[in-house]
């Protein structure tokens, strides 16, 4: 189920991932896929957002070679429960 917990990760990855490869004018250079369903030999999986090359290489189709799944299980208050007891 999505929430707006994933969608900040995946918009925040997404941008980071984008700004470690604007200083080496790599930052076009990957085609991002949201919600796109990854196909496996006996079932399909839809990430949260992926990545792959803009051209595969020849003979091969255009698919994902990096995918991102967002996880968000655990109520607020455990989570806060966590960060107060490493401080």
Known sequence: ML???HTAASSGI??????ALRPMSLH???HRYS???IEGRDRSKQGNHGWGPRRPPF???KRLSVTLEVAYSES???LN???AQSK
């Open 3 to 5: 929430s707006r917990e």
């Open 14 to 19: 997404n941008w980071a991932t984008t700004e």
């Open 28 to 30: 076009a250079a990957p």
């Open 35 to 37: 919600g796109t369903n």
């Open 59 to 61: 003979g091969h189709p």
């Open 76 to 78: 607020d208050s455990k």
């Open 81 to 83: 429960s966590g960060l």
